[in-house]
């Protein structure tokens, strides 16, 4: 029986594993086509399905050849009626209308299409950013309050209230960030109503609860007779939380943010509401442009070929970053803690 227990223990542990290495391994091959294409440059580019020519027109009959033809014949033959001289210039219309077709034929010919991911790129850190440091002060203020300083009753009901918070789909925070909240943001402080801004905002009010509920809980943990020595020598109810408990939940704040984080790399509906959708990069906080998830989500349905390649090569970015930045927190942030 112990020999089964850690037998499914094993295969259960080393299915996280085996599913991380295939959702890699399938975004990587359907991905490789644009790499192939775009490799690196892909990052840096700004640009979003944009036609672009590869060489220059073909060299083509000058007009100064075609009247030296017409000289030449015309000093060869003077005596042409006028009528033949009107066929000639009849012929001649038409060759010049065979050539502009094959003019555009061969400039279609030239041109391809180019996929860039720094717009998105940026538009995911940015939206991520704003949140984080939106949602970070006011959760760690509603967790003191909480555990801390609120009575029990009021204590309940607010987290409650939190954990409430936190089972709303993200649909719903879209629907009320664009039609309430955006006119508000863009009333204060100006710019666009969908934006960098208000898409971050919203986010992160979409992460504080998750933020809030798992560092209340961390400081929940921390031993009585800690507090009570401290307030034994003196000292305040503000020197406790500063000393006492911050530093003793420090690991569950810190896991709390990292979830935090990973919520706001990847959410999508949400954002879509908010962000603008357009593929530009933003020169302010106020102006609208497009994370990696929303513009999967808006162009994934309609791609094929080379863009459809360009999207799973977002994914793989967006898989790329999520698991470094939440690699390099749980190892540098949560070691350093201990």
């Known amino acids: 029986m112990e020999k089964i227990f850690q037998k499914l223990s094993l295969s259960s542990a080393s299915l996280v594993f085996i599913i991380l290495v295939g959702i890699f391994i399938t975004l990587y091959t359907s991905a490789k086509p644009a790499i192939d294409q ?86 995911t850190l940015l939206t991520t950013i704003i949140a984080l440091v939106f949602a970070l002060p006011i959760a760690m203020g509603i967790a003191v309050f909480l555990a801390e300083i609120a009575p029990k009753n009021i204590s309940y009901i607010v987290g409650i209230a939190i954990e409430l918070l936190a089972a709303i789909p993200s649909i719903i925070f879209g629907m009320w960030g664009l039609y309430y909240f955006a006119p508000i943001v863009a009333d204060l402080v100006g710019g666009y109503q969908v934006s960098l801004l208000t898409a971050g905002l919203v986010l992160g009010v979409m992460i504080l609860p998750f933020m809030a509920a798992i560092t209340r809980d961390s400081m929940n943990t921390t031993p009585s007779v800690l507090k009570e020595s401290a307030y034994a020598l003196g000292a305040t109810k503000f020197e406790v939380i500063k000393d006492i408990i911050f530093p003793y939940s420090k690991v569950g704040i810190i896991g709390s943010i990292i979830l935090a984080l990973g919520r706001a790399l990847g959410e999508t509906m949400a954002v879509a509401f908010l962000i603008g959708s357009i593929f530009v990069l933003p020169h302010k906080i106020t102006d609208p442009t497009v994370s990696i998830p929303v513009a999967m989500a808006n162009n994934f349905g309609e791609s094929s070929g080379l863009g459809e390649s360009a999207l799973f090569y977002l994914a793989l970015i967006l898989f790329v970053i999520s698991f470094a930045v939440i690699s390099f927190a749980k190892f540098y942030f949560l070691k350093k803690a201990k």
């Open 38 to 123: 775009f490799g690196f440059d892909f990052l840096t580019n700004p640009d979003w399905n944009k036609e672009v020519v590869l060489n220059a027109p073909a060299t083509q009959q000058t007009d100064d050849e075609a009247v030296e033809d017409d000289t030449i014949s015309d000093e060869d033959d003077e005596a042409i009626a006028d009528e033949d001289d009107e066929a000639i210039v009849d012929e001649d219309d038409i060759a010049d209308e065979d050539e502009m077709l094959l003019e555009d034929e061969d400039d279609e010919a030239e041109t391809t299409t180019v996929y860039g991911g720094l717009v998105p790129i940026v538009g």
